[in-house]
């Protein structure tokens, strides 16, 4: 079937729209996806080899803070969509330089947005004939809430509270498309994910950072007292929520996304190398190369999301516990470090 609608989507050489194009892709025949990617340090076009030759796709080298190239894709491509992943994402390289993060993620998204709303509105609340289903779906982070004690989880209604550089920007680009929908009636959808996990995540990440230092013999470098609990989500179950609402969520709402997978840190550590001591045995178990190390200035303790929302609402569950998916992650790294 030819495809009728043209998405633009943006930072997909990244690692969650590494893995939401080719599962978009296959959902959804009638859709070419443009991939507007600056292929910062963190972009990696070996991450989308398997959707290379496939003719609904096309792939831009560019910055989203690139005005005038926006505009050109929106017009040359007819885009009716957006889903926009396209961020600086990494906290320790927020507290180092933070200017960056400003720019890519509070001004990249302004352009992005802003140039949607003049392409698909007329003016506030008034669609350009044959627009009106266009959507601007942004992707955010559980960090804009802050940090929880022992207790309690982060609804849609918990105040903003970011703490980094990286969340700081992050809880400003989201206020930003919400004030594009009070303003302009633009249709919305911002969706709040917690912690992903899986396959193709760039090195410098927790997870793959621990077993690649453990396939080198390396130290397993934990923060603090390892005790800092995030809420663990496989990626394609992050992708498939974020279909969900792209394509059922509620113009001007915002979903969670969670798995109801709290996991500290050392646990993960102590999990990854129980795996490894069984796929790829040595004389010594990787859990003694552990080491604590000095923490990350301004470390959030836990973060945990209450996805009643998107679960009630559009039908969402996770489908992996942190248990099965770790274990498909060891596996893709095994292959990829060997
Ligand atoms: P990533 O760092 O792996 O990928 C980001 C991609 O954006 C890279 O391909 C990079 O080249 C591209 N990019 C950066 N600056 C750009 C610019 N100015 N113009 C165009 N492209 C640019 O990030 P990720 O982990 O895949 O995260 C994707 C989105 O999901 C981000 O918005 C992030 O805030 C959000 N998020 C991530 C997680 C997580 O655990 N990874 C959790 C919740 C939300």
Redesign the pocket.
Known sequence: MPYTKSILV????????SNFVPYFLEQYPHYRIVN?????Y??NLDNLAEVDDNERYVFVQ????DRALVESLFEQYAICGVIH??????VDNSIKNPGVFVE?NVN?TFTLIDVAYKTWMEKPFVWKEGYEACRFHH????EVYGTLGEEGLFTESTPYAPNSPYSAS?ASSDMIVRAYHHTYGMNTVVTN????YGPK??DEKLIPTIIRKALAGQKIPIYGDGKNIRDWLYVLDHCKGIDLAYHEGISGETYNIGGRNERNNLYIAHKICEILDTLKPKATSYQEQIAFVEDRAGHDRRYAIDATKIETKLGWSAEENFESGIVKTVEWYLRKYN
């Open positions: 943006t930072g997909c050489a990244g690692f969650i729209g507007l990617d600056l292929l910062t963190a972009g560019g910055d989203i803070c992943f396209a961020a600086e994402s990494h890519t990249g992707i955010s982070t559980d992050k994910c917690s912690n992903n995540q760039h």
